[in-house]
């Protein structure tokens, strides 16, 4: 199938458009943006200069990438948005630049939905096979990793980190890291234990789930210090390549962790 643009539309001069490329009515590409093969923009899509994409990303109506940052310090600057291939951008999704006080891209991965109305703020980064249901947003340098599914109408404050294959629950408020692995949800989040049944969806040993379980009681609901705790962890799982993931992340985390929900006050 040829490239195939629909007369409304309006492209820059200097956009780079691949093949097998399908571009609906009245979008706008800008000069400088890059759309990998196969790709299709429906009616009314916007993609803004300093945007690159991969191959078979599917942007759908009104959604709007690579606008300028939400930040009062930015001047301008070039900095950019760049999208991996085959992820599935739903209607009125905003994806803005980086900025120049932060890596200066806005990053997202591949295979990748990301669902009505979601945000994505400046200079955030998205792994692989992420899923953002409707109306949640990321504000500004979030970490996202891989396989992790952010429930509708939440919100991950700045800078936080949120590990692979976590799961973050609907109408939850994220201000601190979430682990990878684990279960959060609540209006002050709160952790609630390893993320069974999505470990179960991707496949993880029985073995795998068991230690995560173990480490998670010992980390979380112990009343050890997290030093303490984080040691005997290690002593007692070794050579679990999922824990030590897991006590990776949580030895690296400069904005606190997502506390047990019990510590909250939710129960678990």
Not at 47 to 63: C, D, E, L, Q
Not at 135 to 162: F, K, P, W
């Amino acid at each position: 199938m040829a490239t195939d643009i629909h007369p409304t539309a309006i492209i820059g001069p200097k956009a780079l458009i691949g093949q097998d490329v399908v571009i609906g009515p009245y979008c706008v590409v800008e000069d400088g943006v890059e759309i990998g093969d196969r790709s299709r923009l429906e009616a009314f899509s916007q993609v803004k200069r300093f945007t690159s994409m991969g191959p078979g990303n599917h942007i759908h109506s009104y959604a709007c990438i690579g606008d300028e940052p939400q930040h009062l310090a930015f001047k301008g600057e070039e900095t950019r948005v760049v999208i991996g291939q085959a992820n599935d951008i739903r209607e009125y999704v905003t994806i803005h630049r980086g900025t120049a006080g932060g890596p200066g891209r806005t990053v997202v991965g591949s295979h990748c939905m990301l669902m009505a109305y979601v945000h994505i703020a400046h200079d955030c980064r998205l792994g692989d096979h992420v899923i953002m249901a409707n109306a949640s947003s990321l504000a500004g340098h979030v970490e996202i990793g891989d396989h992790v599914v952010v429930n509708g109408m939440s919100g991950v404050q700045q800078y936080t980190r949120v590990g692979d294959y976590a799961f973050l629950g609907g109408m939850s408020g994220f201000a601190q890291d979430v682990p990878p692995y684990m279960l959060a949800y609540g209006i002050r989040a709160g952790l609630y234990g390893p993320n069974l049944i999505g470990l179960k969806r991707h496949g993880f040993s029985a073995q795998a789930v068991q230690a995560l379980k173990k480490a998670y009681k010992i980390i979380f609901r112990s009343g050890l210090q997290r030093d303490e705790a984080l040691a005997r962890a290690a002593a007692e799982l070794p050579g679990v390549a999922e824990v030590e993931r897991l006590l990776e992340f949580l030895r690296t985390a400069q904005r606190g962790v997502t506390p047990d929900a019990n510590k909250n006050g939710n129960g678990a």
